[in-house]
């Protein structure tokens, strides 16, 4: 099977630019979740998508929000960027079905570097 | 404070010798994950484990889940260069259960010298 895939891989912004990022998750896996990761603050998690609604989010603003496709591939927006916006964005995918006593495994992605100048 | 602590936070050890890392969460925990990540790079995955007394190994590297203590602990036997990276415990708590939101530990950032 192949892995969790994102594109791009790199990229460079300017300060009140939009970006939009893209995840495809493993074949058979409806979770996705994002993390944004920095050298201060570590690993994040920002939101989960499952069957295309949103699962669960976590404290970040409004400028970061996300979507998920019938297909289960996920996109996530960053509007109006900021210079602390800088990190590596990851993206995780699971099976993600809610059933009693069950945990899923989640794979990562090789994420996204996002520059921001 | 953290959710999640690891400790320690770096390792140097030479080439052949054991190491731990331990991760204590402050809350209870659902399930526990270990990853390995090479920096800048995406996470890969090592272990999960859900129950405790748990214990899975992969090749050289065994976890283990105390549910008492809610800590677990990564210990690589006769340690290899291939080895070093960072190494991130993640977990659920009970308040989110089983979806998809992981609170990560700052990571373990591990040196193997030949």
């Known amino acids: 099977k192949a892995g969790v895939t994102q594109t791009p891989r790199y990229l460079i912004k300017t300060r009140g630019q939009q970006v939009t990022l893209s995840c495809s998750p493993i074949s058979g896996h409806r979770s996705v979740s994002w993390y944004q990761q920095t050298p201060g603050q570590g690993l994040q998690f920002l939101f989960e998508?499952?069957?295309?609604?949103?699962?669960n989010k976590g404290n970040f603003p409004g400028r970061f929000s996300g979507r998920q496709f019938s297909n289960s591939r996920s996109e996530m927006n960053v509007s109006t960027l900021e210079l602390g916006d800088s990190a590596l964005y990851l993206c995780?995918?699971?099976?993600?079905?809610?059933?009693?006593?069950?945990?899923?495994?989640?794979?990562f992605g090789p994420g996204t570097r996002l520059t921001v100048t | 404070s953290q959710e999640l602590e690891q400790s320690p936070q770096s390792l140097i050890v030479q080439e052949g010798k054991n190491l731990t890392i331990n991760c204590t969460s402050s809350?209870?925990?659902?399930?526990l994950y270990w990853y390995k990540q090479k920096y800048g790079e995406g996470l890969i995955f090592l272990m999960m484990l859900q129950k405790g007394g748990e214990e899975k190994s992969h090749e050289k590297i065994t976890a283990k889940l105390d549910e008492k203590k809610q800590q677990s602990s990564l210990h690589i036997t006769a340690s290899q260069p291939s080895h070093a990276g960072i190494y991130l415990c993640?977990?659920?708590?009970?308040?989110?259960?089983?979806?998809?939101?992981?609170?990560f530990g700052q990571g373990t950032t591990l040196q193997v010298k030949p």
């Open positions: 809350k209870t925990l659902y399930g």
């Open positions: 998508y499952f069957s295309e609604t949103q699962r």
């Open positions: 995780a995918s699971s099976m993600g079905q809610l059933k009693d006593g069950q945990r899923y495994e989640q794979y």
């Open positions: 993640g977990a659920t708590h009970r308040r989110t259960g089983n979806t998809g939101k992981l609170i």
